[in-house]
């Protein structure tokens, strides 16, 4: 039993430690890091595929008139085919996720969000539908009567 435990640790350190001995090393090139940042890049960035440019761009515009933000906090993560010749571009908008189709001149159809609703996002929406309903539900103020002039 203590061998499976004494093999099961070291396998776990050397899982653990292989990224770090693979950042120390070095081909020789000189390394693309700021120099004031000494320590390396352990943690792999997130993969992105190519979206084409003239489909991206139209869509960040669109989300960032949508969501009130700077083009900048916006970028193009994946694209697929979508139906009738057009393209999903699958867009990271600050926090959240959006979904942009777009066709092929580069007209966008929609920009619509993917993120999950959070708890206080869905009680707003609520309280809102009540508060409309309630108003929905009074009668409508009668106009004061006009007295007959004689």
Known sequence: MRACVRTGTRILLLTMLAPLAACAITSGEPSSRPAGNPLPRILPQPLRADVDPALAQPCIAAAADKYFLPERVISAVDSRPAGGGNTAVVLKVDLRDALCTVSSSGTVRSVVDTSPKSADQIA???????????????????????????
Not at 124 to 148: F, I
């Open 124 to 150: 707003a929406e609520e309280a809102a539908r009540k508060r409309d309903a309630a108003e929905a539900a009074k009668p409508a103020a009668k106009a004061p009567k006009k007295k007959k002039s004689s």
